[in-house]
């Protein structure tokens, strides 16, 4: 995301990491609120996964992915 975009929360409420090797896998789950002016951007709880490898000596993103959870 890019611009003036502006986080007023960000919670997370379970992290999971998993590590092979020079892959990782993060999976969380929380509750994030962000606006750009008065433009609302995201709310609510979300669960996401993004993948890593290890190159060169440091972690690097190479996958994200971001669901919102529906209320039943």
Do not use: Y
């Not at 020079?22 to 996964?49: C, M, P, S």
């Not at 000596?57 to 919102?68: C, D, E, R, Y």
């Amino acid at each position: 995301m890019t611009g003036d975009i502006v986080f007023t929360e960000f919670k997370i409420d379970d992290l999971q990491v998993r590590l092979c090797g020079d892959t990782g896998i993060v999976v969380g789950q929380g509750t994030i609120r962000a606006h750009e002016g008065k433009q609302n951007l995201l709310g609510g709880k979300f669960v996401w996964t993004d993948t890593f490898i290890k190159q060169d000596g440091a972690w690097k993103v190479v996958a994200s992915q971001v669901t919102p959870v529906l209320n039943k």
